[in-house]
């Protein structure tokens, strides 16, 4: 039988794959509806969210907020949030080649179960593993390619926003392609 969200999140909470279980405090699966149009994937949980045990709850997840807000979406309808590995790095360090490898069946496993319409990659580590290896955010930013059934883009980091600000007008425009595209493929989501 066809594995439930819970029974992964069982087994997440649970993992001792890579030696990110040493140091976290909590393992971050996701949050947001099951039946999300929308999956957001960041890297991997900070201090905050290793804390709480909740992705984006810290400044960066802030900011997700407001970008969400500002084009009609929110994390309890539309969205679910998840990220690359569901374990604190050490230091916020990027996760390493392997540590996302290890992790990324509790990624296909969350999207085999949900079947989002759309997926956004939230900065380089998810993109360059999600969409392609040499992913250009600055460049490539906002355009949708469409992968094994499900559209897809990469986008700014919010933690990245925060540390350049000018490019968040492109970011703004890339969430509000992202609402337009919902409306595309499902226009009764999000009523
Ligand atoms: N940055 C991420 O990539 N994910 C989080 O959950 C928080 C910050």
Partial sequence: MKQTMEQLQQ????CQRCDL???RTNVVFGTGSQTAPIM???EGPGENE???GIPFVGRAGQLLDKMLDAVGLSREREVYITNMVKCRP???RDPLPEETQQCLGYLRGQVAIMRPKLIVCLGRIAAIRLLREDFKVTKEHGQWILKNG???MGT???AALLRNPGNKPAAMEDFLSLRAKL???CPECGE
């Fill in 90 to 92: 050490p230091q916020n």
């Fill in 50 to 52: 290793d804390l709480q």
């Fill in 11 to 14: 087994e997440c909470l649970q």
């Fill in 183 to 185: 409306q595309e493929v």
């Fill in 156 to 158: 700014f980091h919010p």
């Fill in 40 to 42: 957001l994937i960041g």
């Fill in 150 to 152: 499900t559209w897809m």
């Fill in 21 to 23: 279980c040493k140091t």
